[in-house]
């Protein structure tokens, strides 16, 4: 078994900075994909950014590229997502997730979720 747990969510002016971070423990870490999806208030949740086990493969979705980056401590368990520029539009719960076969961009290709860490970017 796999816990996540996301931190670092919290409030912020429109054009400010978040970190969020996601500690994973239970199962050897760094032979998977980590990912972050995110969920707006009535909408399906969606991709955000992926990262593959050794970090060579990184993918974002169009909508953040160039303002979020993600990155990976195998020693430590954890992946962050750094939030640059942030917009309203960015508002929504963010979830962590591991796959265990192969980096991807769909919710099914994940089989571990972290319970989510709220993220509210103020106009």
């Known amino acids: 078994q796999v816990q996540l747990v996301e931190s670092g969510g919290g409030l912020v002016q429109a054009g400010g900075s978040l970190r969020l971070s996601c500690a994973a423990s239970?199962?050897?870490?760094?032979?998977?994909?980590m990912g972050w999806f995110r969920q707006a208030p009535g909408k399906e949740r969606e991709f955000v950014a992926t990262?593959?086990?050794?970090?060579?493969?990184?993918y974002y979705a169009n909508s953040v590229k160039g303002r979020f980056a993600i990155s990976r401590d195998v020693a430590d368990n954890t992946v962050y997502l750094q939030m640059n520029s942030l917009k309203p539009e960015d508002t929504a719960v963010y979830y962590c997730?591991?796959?265990?076969?192969?980096?991807?961009?769909?919710?099914?290709?994940?089989?571990?979720w972290g319970q989510g860490t709220q993220v509210t970017v103020s106009s």
């Open positions: 997730a591991l796959g265990t076969l192969r980096v991807g961009v769909r919710e099914y290709e994940y089989d571990y």
């Open positions: 239970g199962r050897t870490f760094s032979s998977y994909g």
């Open positions: 990262i593959s086990w050794n970090g060579g493969r990184i």
